[in-house]
């Protein structure tokens, strides 16, 4: 049995996020939480100690593992930035070698950030997906994962064969689905309509439902994209219309960014269960607009927060967690009239990165929560001392703002400590 000591935060609900000084949280053998307490000395050989915080780790449920390091390349609209960045960087994992590669410092940068949880996106090559799954086998991370699925307006060198694709995908499914106790998953990943034809999507809803999986795609992420969609499928409305054409807007879905989501799109798709993961970071590194999180949060739709690895530059998801924040402040100060409507709060982002996360995910039931019978995917850091001489309400705000990568001293993923 493993013992971590130190201030427990606990963000149990969008508005209730607790903080416990002087807690210890113990592990057992198959990895779950078997107790926590306070008041208890450390015990020897305890992660933590005075002046230590342990959290829930983090949830990042968009990003692209091809894209790893390609973060910060600037200057460029979503179209373009496709075709220099994100096309080039997915040809390359045709060599599985170099997708092992990218996959192995895709991991120790996540596990560096204290992210214990990904849904990403691979390359639209089956051999660079084993490799990547494999890489989270034995690295610890949890992770849903698919190979990218595009049959149609893509470079040569990325576009699938519709048939190839769908029977691939079925093995890796059939493979890695529920592997490593289910700490790994697979998320079947169509990349946009535009870059698929209706028996692509079909087919990927068809298995997605047979297998249990999860589905992640794009919706809405910028306004050329929206008229493209309508201008291909001219009888339908739009993209969330052809999602729910074709059998993908369902519970299991993720629905990166939906920045231009209007109020009867909110509503289908709040209706439907699927959620849409809040990218705050790309969607201003791109230019492409600013999702407004109280609108779908007001509609009902389940909300996750994403790096968008590399349209987002940024892996730390609290900073990803604070942009949320901001953005929501930016589109109140700016309307016309000034709006009163209530913005998030720290507690809430902090319930983003952890337990709601892991909701939308379909994980709730076995990470995100520091309890008894949870898996221990946690976190043990180091912040700024001067955070716990404030009062408790005014902790989870300090903590963060001001949390740094360089403070996280353990990471432990069901139990393992894995880094950083």
Known sequence: MQTLCGTLLEPRAADDCVVTPSSTVRIDADGRIAETGTGRPPAKGAFGGDGCWILPGFVDAHLHLPQWDRRGIDGLPLFDWH???????????????????????????????????VAAFGSPFAAAAERAFSVFARRGLRAIFGMILNDVNCPAE?????????????????????????RLGYAFSPRTPLCCTEKLMRGAAALAEMFNCTVQTH??????????VRESFPDLIDDVD?????GLLTPRTLLGHGV???????????????????????????????????????????????SSIAGGHDPFMPHVAVECLQTART????????????VP??????????????????????VGVIAA????????????????????????????????????EHVFIRGQRVGP
């Open 83 to 117: 075709e220099t960045v994100v096309y080039p960087a997915e040809a390359r994992c045709a060599d599985p070698i170099v997708a092992e590669r990218v996959a192995e410092d895709f991991v120790t940068g996540m596990i560096a950030n204290g992210t214990t949880t």
């Open 158 to 182: 990325l576009c699938q064969e519709t048939d190839r694709a769908l029977d691939e995908s079925r093995a890796l499914a059939a493979k890695w689905h529920g592997a490593e106790h289910g």
């Open 219 to 228: 919706v809405a992420e910028s306004q050329a994209g929206a008229a493209a």
């Open 242 to 246: 052809v999602f729910a054409e074709v």
């Open 260 to 306: 231009f989501l209007n109020q009867q799109q909110r509503r289908q798709v709040a209706e439907s269960g699927t959620a849409v993961v809040h990218c705050p970071t790309a969607n201003l590194f791109l230019e492409s607009g600013l999702m407004d999180y109280v609108a779908h949060r007001s509609a009902g739709i389940r909300i996750a927060l994403g």
């Open 331 to 342: 589109l109140k100060v700016h309307a016309i009239p000034r709006g009163l409507h209530p």
């Open 345 to 366: 709060t720290p507690a809430e982002v902090w319930w983003l990165l952890t337990r709601g996360g892991a909701e939308a995910l379909g994980l709730g039931t076995r």
């Open 373 to 408: 019978g949870f898996e221990a995917d946690l976190l043990v850091v180091r912040p700024e001392p001067w955070i716990g001489e404030l009062p408790p309400a005014q902790q989870p705000s300090a903590l963060l703002y001001t949390l740094r990568p360089d403070q996280i």
